[in-house]
Nanobody, 123 residues
Framework: VQLQASGGGLVQAGGSLRLSCAAS????????VGWFRQAPGKEREFVAA????????YYTKSLEGRATISRDNAKNIVYLQMNGVKPEDTADYYC?????????????????WGQGTLVTVSS
């Protein structure tokens, strides 16, 4: 199983970007997929998740209204659209997949992890 995150880069505050997480070796339709981020010197934190059971979406409070997680089952890709980005959104963003659809904010919920994609927001 491999998860490949991409789409990071340098973006100005107030701008938008879309992160992608492509999977091989598993199908997203049967997995909960989450995004996490880790800023320099900080602990990893939950960003968003979409569950396999009913495609419910969940977001960290700081991104509610600014982020949208979506899943394209045909392409086996999960997206994280971020709008109105802020300098505090700067971090390495990681995608993860797992079989559970509870405790979404915990990294232990997920069985597979991709490498990070760096998002840098300039002020």
């Amino acid at each position: 199983v491999q998860l490949q995150a991409s789409g990071g880069g340098l973006v100005q505050a107030g701008g938008s970007l879309r992160l992608s997480c492509a999977a091989s070796g598993l199908t997203y339709s049967g997995h909960t997929v989450g995004w996490f981020r880790q800023a320099p010197g900080k602990e990893r934190e939950f960003v968003a998740a979409v569950t396999w059971r009913n495609s419910g979406t969940y977001y960290t409070k700081s991104l509610e209204g600014r982020a949208t997680i979506s899943r394209d089952n045909a392409k086996n890709i999960v997206y994280l659209q971020m709008n109105g980005v802020k300098p505090e959104d700067t971090a390495d963003y990681y995608c993860a997949a797992g079989y559970r659809d509870y405790n979404l904010q915990s990294g232990h919920t997920y069985d597979y992890w991709g490498q990070g994609t760096l998002v840098t927001v300039s002020s």
